[in-house]
């Protein structure tokens, strides 16, 4: 297992085996939604916009582009962590690439903010998963930094 901080933002701890990937996101901050994170979709558009059109299972049925804009942070670390994967694979000279992922969460149980997510990533990828977990971490801490920035752009206003 190797287990990493990113920051005051969030740890992780990743556990790949034959056939599967096991990461263990323990988010750092006290807002795990993206719902305090505005600038989230624009932010996507910008720096990987093939990621709004990722297929997503939720509860609601929503379309990514949409599920994105209040969804917990590990859920986005999931969908931006498999979009690089297949941007990757599909470097490599594949056709196509097709990974997936559950991202699980039970706040009774383990401690506010930790996040389970499983991804169908195993051996085989073990060249790539690294360069897309620090894709992701780097995509993150920009999405990350603008709750930070919207929170300055608040106080400066009612300051001056």
């Known amino acids: 297992m190797n287990t990493v901080t990113i920051e005051n933002l969030f740890s992780l701890a990743i556990t790949q085996r034959i056939t599967s990937t096991q990461i263990t996101m323990q988010s750092l901050s006290e807002h795990v939604n993206?719902?305090?994170?505005?600038?989230?979709v624009a932010l996507l558009h910008i720096h990987l916009p093939t990621v709004l059109q990722t297929t997503c299972y939720n509860d609601e049925n929503l379309p990514f582009v949409r599920e994105v804009e209040q969804t917990e942070i590990g859920h986005l670390?999931?969908?931006?962590?498999?979009?690089?994967?297949?941007q990757l694979k599909i470097a490599k000279g594949h056709s196509s690439a097709v990974f997936s992922a559950r991202t699980r969460w039970n706040w009774v149980r383990d401690p506010w903010g930790k996040f389970h997510i499983r991804l169908s990533c195993g051996q085989k990828d073990a060249d790539i998963l690294p360069i897309a977990v620090e894709k992701t971490?780097?995509?993150m801490r920009i999405i990350m930094a603008?709750?930070?920035?919207?929170?300055?752009?608040r106080i400066n206003r009612i300051t001056s």
């Open 77 to 86: 670390f999931e969908h931006i962590l498999l979009e690089y994967l297949c």
């Open 146 to 153: 603008s709750k930070m920035a919207n929170s300055l752009d």
């Open 34 to 40: 993206t719902a305090h994170l505005p600038r989230v």
């Open 137 to 139: 971490i780097a995509l």
